[in-house]
């Protein structure tokens, strides 16, 4: 009588070569993965942190937007120092002013806050500079040096100064004359303000000075107009509403 004998085939496991092929191809899928998983994790970071570039800009930005919207009229000969005159040559110095290199001369503007804890009006005395970064890095920053307190008993420096932007190569500041932009003006010599004022801002890398991209320009018209700008504007046929 034949007795059947059970097949062998349906008990053996895996060959070696099945195993490396089965090995490879999770490899080659485990690669996969990880490039596209760490690829999009890398550009979750870079984006995140461009916004977060473009927003503190934007911030530091609206900020020199608000002081030079708000420039104030030269007060002339009358002796008070409330709105003083608008000169790129002379300006006051202080030991306490930021240790750098001035952007700005003094701008006397009415973006101040007024708040129960604060004895000062809304006119201030604004300056920009670019001091050396405090992280130990080849980097500067943008600081702006502010001056509540405009009838001293004696001279001081700025109130408070604020570092409102870091990563800066380089930042200067341009006036609109009606025809052409001038890098100085002289309010006491001219008896008028500028028509617009220009801030460039050059960035560079994160703790050098190497610079990135061109430059950014923000462009603020200056309304406030002084008497002779009003004689001069009506004697060339323009007006002022």
Request: aromatic share 8%; with cysteine; glycine share 8%.
């Amino acid at each position: 009588m034949h007795r059947c004998r059970p097949s062998l085939r349906s008990t053996r496991g895996f060959t070696l070569l099945e195993l490396l092929i089965a090995t490879a191809v999770s490899a080659i899928v485990l690669l996969a993965i990880n490039t596209t998983f760490f690829g999009a994790l890398r550009l979750h970071n870079t984006t995140h942190e461009k916004i977060d570039s473009d927003l503190t800009q934007q911030r530091a930005l609206s900020i020199v937007r608000r002081d030079l919207a708000g420039l104030m009229l030269p007060t002339g000969g009358n002796g008070t120092v409330l709105s003083g005159p608008l000169q790129t040559t002379e300006f006051s110095s202080s030991p306490n002013d930021p240790t750098g290199d001035r952007v700005s001369a003094d701008f006397y503007t009415n973006s101040g806050k007024i708040d129960g804890w604060n004895p000062f009006s809304e006119v201030q005395k604004i300056a920009y500079y670019l001091t050396p970064s405090t992280d130990g890095t080849n980097g500067k920053s943008l600081v702006r040096a502010i001056t509540r307190n405009l009838l001293p008993v004696q001279e001081t420096g700025p109130d408070d100064q604020q570092v409102i932007l870091a990563d800066v190569a380089s930042a200067e500041i341009e006036f609109y004359d009606g025809t052409d932009w001038v890098r100085d003006w002289d309010s006491t010599a001219t008896s008028t303000l500028p028509t617009a004022i220009k801030f460039r801002l050059v960035m560079a890398r994160p703790g050098s000075n190497v610079e990135t991209g061109g430059p950014i320009e923000l462009v603020v018209p200056v309304f406030a107009t002084t008497t002779t700008t009003q004689t001069e504007a009506a004697a060339s046929g323009g007006g002022f509403e």
